[in-house]
């Protein structure tokens, strides 16, 4: 790998550190403010709507400039979401502007890859940055959590420049602050990366012809036998997962009575076996192979009821390590046959702004009802039970499809040998 790629790895590592300390940053100052337990949940919401929004325009805009100048505009914009927050802005209104930044800055990242990249360089790269990402998902987890804690915002609080006063006073702003210096880090690496020379002249302006262009893609995509499959598996990961971060949360306040700062471990230990099952699945898992993990994300499912019978620390680790093992086991390889389909059918910039849409998509439906259980007041036993229960059985009915599919094909190829 050369070091543009480096580079690239460093400014995605900073920048994704960030997005997720901020995310518990953002918590806090909610709790601070009293505000109502549903909208916890909707800061997530808040800073992926942008994802959705934008999903046909943002492909053109980062093919319309050298891909390390949008990733800078990008970490700009959040930088200017993050300062909201010092201006007493809501929450949920900066941190969307944060998610605005974001979803500019997402087909940047992986498109530079195959500009700056041999084909056959691009799986271990994509390798390399989900990874990175994940690391960052962990320790901007712990991160923030830390930031937030007692004992971190008193620490940060007493740092003390003579002659200079910062104008910091509470541990919000401290916590912020750490954050926006991650932000600017990422954001003088983005300066570093080296314009790969690659020009898309013909870029598609009209927002219509965009939108339909993308209706298009995302059309081709679903009605793939293959690509249908592995999107649907995708966009439930994606969206459970999200729900499963704020499910954790409640979960460790309410059954494990534990604190803000310390249940944002447990969002680690998750990440943590994601890391594992995604590590392996790749080891073992061939491309040609990637339909046949579709029963873990039933099981998954399954295990995720089990979490109201546990109230002891020392079995939610082992239970939450298994729950993440078993999602990234059977995401992988499902996200590898996706981008496989999506290049063959379409650009690889076209499909990722497709999986990005849909995945999205889930996370913003899922988040809401989410947040309309939690506003009625539900049983959290409950709203667990019924999470659980939903994912094993839409993934039993993605099972069943599949293998419909499967009936399709080998008929079909039968009656094409008989005419011969």
């Not at 997720?20 to 403010?33: D, E, G």
């Not at 987890?141 to 104008?167: K, Q």
């Not at 995604?278 to 080891?283: F, H, T």
Request: charged share 10%.
């Amino acid at each position: 790998m050369n070091r543009g790629f480096y580079t690239i790895m460093a400014a995605q590592f900073f920048s994704s550190l960030a997005d997720n300390a901020l995310l518990f940053v953002a918590i806090s100052l909610l709790t601070s403010m009293n505000a109502p337990a549903s909208l916890t949940p909707l800061l997530k919401l808040s800073f992926v709507l942008f994802y959705v929004l934008l999903a046909a325009f943002v492909g053109a805009f980062a093919d319309s400039l050298p891909k390390g100048r949008v990733m800078f505009i990008a970490n700009l914009i959040k930088v200017f979401g993050c300062a909201l927050m010092f201006l007493s802005v809501h929450p949920l209104l900066a941190y969307a502007v944060v998610g605005f930044g974001a979803a500019v800055y997402s087909p940047a990242k992986y498109g530079i890859l195959t500009e700056l990249l041999p084909p056959e360089k691009l799986v271990p790269a994509n390798g390399w940055i989900e990874g990175l990402t994940v690391m960052s998902i962990i320790f901007g987890t712990v991160l923030g959590g830390t930031l937030v804690s007692t004992h971190g915002s008193a620490w940060l609080l007493s740092f003390d420049i003579p002659g200079f006063e910062s104008g910091i006073d509470t541990g919000a702003e401290a916590a912020m602050s750490v954050v926006v210096v991650i932000y600017v880090l990422a954001t003088l690496f983005n300066l570093r990366i080296p314009d790969t020379g690659a020009r898309y002249e013909h870029q598609e302006r009209n927002p219509a012809k965009l939108i339909a262009d993308f209706a298009n893609c995302s059309a081709t995509l679903w009605r793939d036998k293959l690509g249908q499959i592995s999107l649907a598996v995708t966009t439930l990961f994606w969206g459970a997962g999200a729900t499963l971060q704020f499910i954790v949360l409640k979960w460790a306040e309410r059954s494990l009575h534990m604190p803000l700062d310390k249940a944002t471990n447990l969002i680690g230990v998750v990440a943590i076996g994601v890391a594992l099952g995604a590590v392996m699945a790749a080891r073992i898992i061939p491309l040609r192979k990637s339909l046949t993990v579709i029963p873990l994300g039933i099981i998954m499912g399954l295990v995720v009821c089990s979490m109201v019978f546990v109230t002891s620390v020392n079995f939610a680790y082992p239970l939450l390590t298994l729950i993440g093992f078993l999602s990234g086991f059977f995401v992988v390889p499902m996200n590898a046959l996706l981008q496989h389909r999506g290049h063959v059918l379409m650009s690889a910039g076209h499909s990722i702004a497709v999986q990005n849409f849909n995945e999205n998509l889930s996370i913003l439906t899922m988040l809401a009802l989410y947040a309309i259980m939690i506003t009625l007041n539900l049983d959290l036993d409950i709203i667990v039970v019924m999470f659980g229960l939903s994912v094993a059985g839409i993934m039993y009915f993605i099972g069943r499809k599949h293998a419909a599919n499967q009936r399709e094909h080998d008929s079909l190829a039968l009656i094409g040998e008989h005419k011969h």
